[in-house]
């Protein structure tokens, strides 16, 4: 570790695992000027972290700036929390991330009121928020290199993880130069567009990279093996030999678009000929009509829906379907089970013979997926795939890092304890001696040449 260097940044966060990403940025230029930033301000969607979520790292009116990696909750979910204490300054933020955000950040505030009401809890912020929010946000293009203040400039770089998601590039251009990369949640493909490559110019730079390491523990064919395997079109079709009806739970964004067009994929094939598809769940309804009209960006594949296909518009329609002896198939929120139609659906298909639920992502602890995962005397009839995951998995997280060719140091972060553990251990072994894990408890003083020292933030 060096000792000296005049401009510097101490990277904290508040969140220790896959929940709540929040990562605050104090930029120390040679003149003495402090530039604060924060890298999304995500919700804690775990039941055993939601004392977290009316916390704030620091009180938004000192902030100078605002950056969201994605639209998914757990990295924006707290955005109008800042603005609800003060925050009045620009939120930056790519336009497919600002495409999704009202829709997910309304139906965030729903969740919020309908669980406060159960709860007796307070909400932590209201409609108006979310509206001034937006009003705050300022769209980027991809490579588009922007500044926030005369040494201070950022740039977003496409991430396959999601459609508008990022990978965030801080400059600090001063008498030393101080590079940070935000990797946020990442994935190097995606179904709905070709993700185009690190420019050379970022992979040149000398740089302090951030990472998520959700899946850092596991290659890609661990996950798959673990999981399920790669099953959910050989499911589905069995089922549908035996004329089951068949639920899937799917997260709104990206994920039940695509499971809609491995269904349409599936019919190609001659299947499901009989079969009725059903989507319910009003979010992922309006994101369904984002993609197919086209409005986020020249998607890969545009016509994914399949045939025989109506939206759930009503609960008098949903019961009719429920009752129903023609066979279907249902795509419905919440992916864990947790919240929306899901719990409706499950309750009524769990006890059913002849029906499939098929769960299309991870389910975290707590939820209702994860109790059913748990209990194997639903075994038969719910079923598990990992296939369907927008994370990187080690091996591909291994060689995104490995693109770059002067790495002054690795945080990591956005994983669960062994997750990042194991991480560390890869990345030391293949690629940086120089990687350190990221808490709520520990931060670091980043400079020009990595790590300059350990910051202990217990707070
Ligand atoms: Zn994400
Ligand atoms: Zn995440």
Redesign the pocket.
């Known amino acids: 570790m060096t000792t000296k260097c005049r401009t510097y940044v101490d990277v904290l966060t508040q969140h220790t695992e896959v929940t709540g990403s929040t990562l605050l940025l104090i930029i120390r230029l040679s003149s003495g000027k402090i530039v604060k930033g924060l890298i999304d301000c995500g919700a804690f969607q775990e039941p055993n972290y939601q004392a977290e979520n009316s916390k704030l790292i620091i009180d938004p009116k000192q902030l100078d700036f605002v950056c969201i990696t ?1 639209a ?1 909750m ?2 924006a979910g707290r955005v109008p929390l800042l603005v609800n204490k003060g925050y009045e300054r620009k939120i930056f933020c790519t336009n497919g991330t600002a495409e999704f955000l009202p829709y997910a950040l309304h139906d965030n505030l729903k969740i919020m009121r309908d669980k406060s009401r159960r709860n007796n809890e307070k909400v932590l912020y209201f409609a108006e928020d979310v509206n001034k929010t937006m009003q705050l946000i300022e769209k980027k293009e991809y490579d588009e290199t922007f500044s926030v203040h005369p040494k201070v400039k950022i740039t977003f770089l496409e991430n396959g ?2 459609l508008g998601a990022s990978l965030i590039l801080i400059q600090i251009e001063d008498e030393e130069n101080v590079n940070l990369l935000f990797t946020g ?1 990442y994935n190097n493909k995606n179904v709905f567009f070709n993700v185009k490559s690190i420019p050379q110019w970022v992979k040149d730079l000398p740089l302090t990279i951030v990472t998520e390491s959700t899946y850092g523990d596991k290659t890609t064919q661990e996950c798959l093996e673990e999981n399920g395997g790669n099953n959910f079109d050989y499911n589905i079709i069995e089922a549908s030999k035996e004329n089951k009806s068949i639920l899937i739970p799917a997260f709104a964004l990206e994920r039940t678009q695509e499971i809609l067009y491995r269904i349409r994929c599936i019919q190609e094939q001659g299947y499901l000929k009989d079969y009725s598809v059903y989507l319910d769940g009003s979010l992922a309804i309006i994101y369904t009509e984002l993609l197919k009209l086209g409005r986020i960006k020249n998607l890969k594949v545009q016509d994914f829906l399949p045939g025989n296909f109506s939206y759930v518009v009503n609960s008098v329609m949903r019961s009719e379907i429920i009752n129903s002896r023609s066979n279907k198939i249902i795509v419905t929120t919440s992916g864990m089970g947790q919240y929306g139609p899901a719990q409706i659906y499950i309750p009524e298909f769990i006890v059913k013979q002849n029906s499939l639920i098929q769960f299309t992502g991870y389910c975290a602890q707590g939820t209702y997926g994860r109790k059913l995962q748990e209990e194997s005397v639903y075994s038969n009839t719910v079923k598990f795939t990992a296939e369907f995951s927008a994370h990187a998995k080690k091996d591909v997280l291994l060689s995104l890092i490995s693109q770059f060719s002067d790495i002054k140091a690795v945080l990591i972060n956005h994983g669960n304890n062994e997750a990042k553990l194991k991480f560390k251990e890869y990345l030391e072994k293949e690629i940086s001696k120089n990687s350190y894990i990221l808490n709520k408890k520990i931060g670091y003083r980043v400079n020009a040449y990595g790590i300059m020292k350990e910051l202990n933030t217990i707070n």
């Open positions: 994605h998914h757990d990295h993880h999601l949640d």
